[in-house]
């Protein structure tokens, strides 16, 4: 079975653009969740989709989007990129939302750098 | 106070001796909660998870809930230097919107 896919694996960009971060689940999984984890902080919730909607989303600007597909595939989307915005940004799926005692399964990341 | 508080470490274990973790949420709606471990550059793996209040064990894990002092940890007995990670404790809150909360991870050292 394969696991969470994310891509692309880096991706560097200057301040002012725009990225997209792709993330495809693990087969059967409803549930995707973005987090980002800066260097030496701990993982901050980013949003949550399932079933092709926006369930919850974290304490950052509404510059940070996505949007889940009907093959619950995701993309997140982070416009007017700052400094600040380099992370490592992980995708987790899970069957059915966590508080069901449903794990995530994370993905490898995207490493994005912004210079 | 943060929502999920872990000691940041690092833990260091001799090899073949129990370590010991403890995570504290804050929130006692709190549903469900997971150990997960990462390695250095890598990404979260889970190891268990645990919603009933008490003990559960799984091969050399065994995590302890305590919804009454609002804590959970996990022991790891015979820990060898490839348990050297750090640890993640996260917490899921039906009542926040099923935000899985992370804390900021305990750094454990397992010495040959």
């Known amino acids: 079975e394969a696991g969470v896919t994310q891509s692309p694996t880096h991706l560097i960009k200057t301040r002012g653009q725009q990225a997209t971060l792709r993330c495809s689940p693990i087969s059967g999984h409803t549930s995707v969740y973005w987090y980002q984890q800066a260097l030496g902080l701990g993982l901050q919730f980013l949003l949550w989709y399932d079933e092709g909607e926006e369930r919850n989303r974290g304490n950052f600007p509404p510059r940070f989007s996505g949007r889940q597909f009907p093959n619950y595939s995701s993309e997140l989307n982070v416009n007017a990129l700052e400094l600040e915005d380099s992370a490592l940004y992980l995708c987790?799926?899970?069957?059915?939302?966590?508080?069901?005692?449903?794990?995530?399964?994370f993905g490898n990341g995207t490493r994005l750098t912004v210079t | 106070q943060k929502e999920v508080e872990q000691n940041s470490g690092p833990l260091s274990v001799p090899e073949g001796a129990i370590a010991s973790l403890n995570c504290t949420y804050s929130?006692?709606?709190?549903?469900?909660f997971f150990w997960y471990r990462q390695y250095s550059g890598k990404s979260p793996e889970l190891i268990m998870f645990?919603?009933?209040?008490g003990d559960k064990e799984d091969g050399r894990f065994t995590a302890q809930l305590n919804k009454a002092s609002q804590y959970v940890s996990l022991l790891i007995r015979d820990s060898q230097p490839s348990d050297s990670a750090t640890y993640l404790c996260a917490v899921a809150v039906r009542a926040a919107g099923n935000k899985l909360t992370f804390g900021g991870g305990t750094r454990v050292l397992v010495k040959p």
């Open positions: 645990i919603y009933s209040n």
């Open positions: 929130d006692r709606g709190s549903q469900s």
């Open positions: 987790a799926s899970s069957l059915v939302a966590a508080f069901y005692n449903s794990p995530l399964h």
